[in-house]
């Protein structure tokens, strides 16, 4: 008897929908300080994943350990290169390969810290890895070397972590790209990292509905003072970036819920929905991934339909 389906797999998407990308073959992490002890790492290649560290006089948190054994070391060599303190924590973001599958690379010492929703689907490595194949061109090399490494602590609501005169929290406010976004904050330097719950332009509702996705965002905008969100994917930005998520799922909320309610089939609503260009979420309109950025909304569309729609 199989296992209960637990991670995405391609068919959840719509036909056609671009793969994301993040081979990181070829990627060096750069080292940009955001505040003292305060440190990004962002990746030279764009949409191939950021990371990050945090150091305080006992030791060092990491945020997530990338997706597999070469760049986890490349992070820990970055590490290294500021300081020689202990890695004592390593966070993940989520629970997608390019976040985790590093996890093993990094000290038996160090402990892995996952929300309890994030905790609940690592296990499913061999799944999450072919989730993961179309996005490196399918190459298998890439995962050179990756097994499966389980969290050593877990939280729910909120983990406050004392790096000895540095405090890290770690928040949860709800599902929104993934069923266990965590959100990494460093409440004296007012920096986020946000793994997937934000991006670009647009934010993808991968997991969830624009719906449950609107209302974790609320909670991150009204509970923390944040002024600099480091995303997974994206290049670092200030947390202005949140009202315009905030307005595209509201529309996208309204919109689905109208055609849902006028009796609109998922064709006819993901048809009669486009991405409205006119808007500040939306990219340029000769942007070179436009027809990416339109697959996004065509599957927040449909997630959103089908929650909405299979609940009236």
């Given amino acids: 008897m199989g296992r209960e389906k637990k991670v995405l797999d391609w068919s959840d998407f719509p036909e056609g929908f671009t793969p994301f990308f993040l081979d990181p073959t070829g990627a060096h992490l750069e080292t940009k300080e955001l505040?003292?002890?305060?440190?990004?790492?962002l990746s030279s290649i764009p949409n191939v994943d950021n990371a990050g560290f945090v150091v305080g006089d006992r030791g060092v948190l990491v945020i997530d350990a990338h997706i597999n054994v070469a760049m986890a070391r490349q992070i820990q060599e970055r590490v290294r290169e500021v300081t020689d303190k202990p890695i004592l924590y390593l966070v993940n973001s989520n629970y997608h390969g390019d976040h985790t599958f590093g996890n093993c690379a990094f000290p038996e010492e160090t402990l892995v810290i996952q929300h309890r929703r994030t905790a609940e689907l690592v296990p499913f490595l061999d799944e999450e890895m072919e989730f993961m194949l179309p996005c490196v061109g399918g190459d298998r090399a890439v995962f050179e070397g990756v097994t499966l490494r389980l969290p050593d602590a877990v939280f729910d609501g909120c983990l406050r972590l004392d790096l000895g005169g540095r405090e890290v929290e770690l928040h949860y406010f709800g599902p929104a790209n993934t069923?266990?976004?965590?959100?990494?904050?460093?409440?004296?330097?007012?920096?986020?990292?946000?793994?997937?719950?934000?991006?670009?332009?647009?934010?993808?509702?991968?997991?969830?509905?624009?719906?449950?996705?609107?209302?974790?965002?609320?909670?991150?905008?009204?509970?923390?003072?944040?002024?600099?969100?480091?995303?997974?994917?994206?290049?670092?930005?200030?947390?202005?970036?949140?009202?315009?998520?905030?307005?595209?799922?509201?529309?996208?909320?309204?919109?689905?819920?109208?055609?849902?309610?006028a009796g609109w089939s998922l064709e006819e609503a993901m048809e009669k929905i486009p991405l409205d260009m006119g808007q500040p979420y939306s990219p340029p309109g000769d942007h070179p991934r436009i027809d990416f950025f339109r697959d996004l909304h065509a599957y927040n569309v449909q997630k959103t339909y089908l929650s909405i729609a299979g609940n009236e």
């Fill in 35 to 41: 505040a003292p002890g305060v440190y990004a790492l």
């Fill in 179 to 261: 069923p266990g976004d965590t959100i990494t904050y460093v409440p004296g330097a007012k920096v986020a990292w946000t793994g997937n719950m934000t991006g670009g332009n647009l934010i993808v509702a991968l997991e969830c509905d624009a719906p449950t996705y609107l209302d974790a965002i609320a909670r991150f905008r009204r509970t923390l003072d944040v002024e600099t969100l480091v995303p997974a994917h994206n290049p670092v930005s200030t947390d202005a970036v949140l009202d315009g998520y905030l307005l595209y799922l509201s529309q996208v909320t309204a919109a689905v819920r109208h055609g849902a309610g």
